[in-house]
């Protein structure tokens, strides 16, 4: 079971350099070179429509996801990790239903995101919160690696 809080990450979050710090290596850790945003983590947070939310626990970051809202009508996820030790415990799934709440929260009706078809765990978890697979993308993150595009729908008036 997730234990914790879930947090927004602002330029002005106390200890922002640390945390920022903790998730650029998370970042090196379980993303290739060319999936990583570990160069660019601190441009992409500064970004107008962009948002982090990440799970602290024990003085620690546990996971974190990256959304960005460029219309009123669509946004994307475009992070979710969880650290290994802290795997299929709830923390994945927690952060990705905080990030849909803050991009229903700007009345979005659709939120899209690109995953590796053989992250099986991310995409059952994609699946598990209604994410349905649009297309499949080939040569999207490197010359052998494909991703499929996948978007979950809200009515807007619920
Ligand atoms: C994907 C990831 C964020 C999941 O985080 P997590 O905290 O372990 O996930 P949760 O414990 O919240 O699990 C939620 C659901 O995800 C799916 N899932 C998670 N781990 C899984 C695994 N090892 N195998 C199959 N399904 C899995 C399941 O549907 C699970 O629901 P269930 O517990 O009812 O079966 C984590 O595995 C990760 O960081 N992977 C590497 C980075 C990545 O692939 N990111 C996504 C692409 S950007």
Known sequence: MAEGVILELHRSSPNYAKLVDEMVRMERKIFPKNESLSRTFDQELGKNNSGLLYYGVNDEVAGYVMYSCPSSLSSSITKLAVKEKYRRLGYGE?????????????????????????????????????????????????????????????????
């Open 94 to 158: 927690a952060l990705l239903r905080a990030a849909i709440g803050k991009c229903r929260a700007r009345s979005i009706h659709r939120i899209s995101l690109h995953v590796d078809p053989s992250r099986t765990p991310a995409v059952n978890l994609y699946r598990k919160l209604g994410f349905r697979i649009d297309s499949l993308i080939e040569r999207y993150y490197s010359s052998n690696r494909d991703a499929y595009r996948m978007y979950l729908e809200f009515d807007i008036d619920k």
